[in-house]
């Protein structure tokens, strides 16, 4: 059967796999068994195989060949997660999305608490692993991510990380999906608008293969982290960002060299040598520098900002208005 056979796809499952091939047939019995309970439900399953070394790939070959449901797709190479991710999302056909983890950490079982929540008019519903099982070594960083990630992005949850996520699918298709930005898709869902929600859902301990977090993972989340500061706090305005540290910098500067005038000019003091003076000019320059990099900025977003992005922003509408209705734009003055 084609995958056009499938009649209203409204749930597409995304799962990136690495490295996982004793899950995957036990995983997929797993979700055809929560599906089980929403009989009314169509969905499809979507295996991402990023770059596993293993028999991770002929297995979803052959998954995907005994069910009509499951498709896979093989990326050239490991590209991560988000990677993964963002490949998964570019072939889902149903309207609402949930992501979860090929280890089977995962419980499948949760996914129909996780659709009721989107029913109930959440965008977005992140898991939150309250009785996490996993080593202390995993849980402490964890925690300190999820704190720091709270008080940069404004977004309180227990737990961004986790991988078992349901939403709609535009929300996906919204937030930039690349590095390690997977961790943060409910800090930029909710910059960009959308209903966030958390749920406690089960975690069970890895069973099968290893864990693919290691401390380089934190040291990249922690860059990823400032990317995401960036994106939802001076995305729409640059010059706030970079004018703030010129501005800053340069008053600095200012009043180093300002102290400086003073000491030359009624002190008497010689002031060609000292480090202050160097500094005090650096900073000025500095100063000068980021706030024409965030002028430079605002010149940019002005020339690529156009209609289609801010009508991406509108939640509703009254009504559709039709091609013939919209005005055309106004043609500059003494055109023909």
């Known amino acids: 059967m084609s995958i056009e056979a499938i009649p209203e796809v409204r749930v597409s499952v995304l799962i990136p796999v690495k490295d996982e091939e004793a899950t995957l047939r036990i995983l997929l019995g797993e979700i055809d068994a929560a599906f089980a309970t929403m009989p009314e439900t169509e969905y499809e399953v979507i295996f991402v195989d990023d770059g596993s070394t293993d028999r991770s790939w002929p297995v979803m070959c052959e998954l995907a060949r005994d069910s009509e449901r499951v498709r896979a797709l093989r990326l050239r190479r490991n590209f991560g997660k988000a990677a993964a991710l963002a490949a998964a999302v570019d072939e889902a056909r149903g309207e609402l999305v949930v992501t ?174 000292r480090p202050l003076l160097m500094l005090g000019i650096l900073l000025v320059i500095l100063g000068v520098q980021m706030i024409s990099i965030g002028l430079i900025a605002e010149i940019v977003l002005h020339r690529t900002a156009n209609r289609r992005e801010a009508t991406e922003l509108i939640a509703e509408r009254t009504k559709t208005l039709e091609p013939a209705d919209v005005a055309e734009p106004a043609k500059p003055l003494g055109a023909k």
């Open 100 to 273: 979860m983890d090929a280890d089977l950490q995962d419980d499948p079982a949760e996914v129909p608490r996780l659709l009721a929540e989107l029913e109930d008019g959440a965008d977005l519903v992140s898991g939150h692993k309250a009785d996490r099982k996993d080593p202390l070594g995993k849980r402490i960083p964890s925690k300190f991510f999820n704190k720091m990630t709270g008080v940069i992005t404004g977004l309180k949850l227990n737990d961004h990380n986790c991988g078992l996520k349901a939403a709609r699918t535009e929300v996906y298709r919204r937030v930039p999906l690349y590095g390690e930005l997977h961790r943060y898709i409910p800090a930029l869902a909710h910059q960009s608008g959308y209903k966030v929600r958390e749920l406690a859902v089960n975690h069970r301990p890895r069973e099968h293969g290893r864990s693919k977090y290691g401390f380089e993972r934190y040291v990249r989340g922690a860059i990823d982290l400032l990317t995401v500061m960036t994106i939802t706090k001076y995305g729409r305005r640059p010059a706030h960002l970079f004018g703030g540290l010129g501005l800053a910098s340069g008053l600095l500067g200012f009043v180093l060299l300002a102290y400086l005038t003073v000491v030359k000019l009624f002190g008497g003091e010689a002031i060609g040598d």
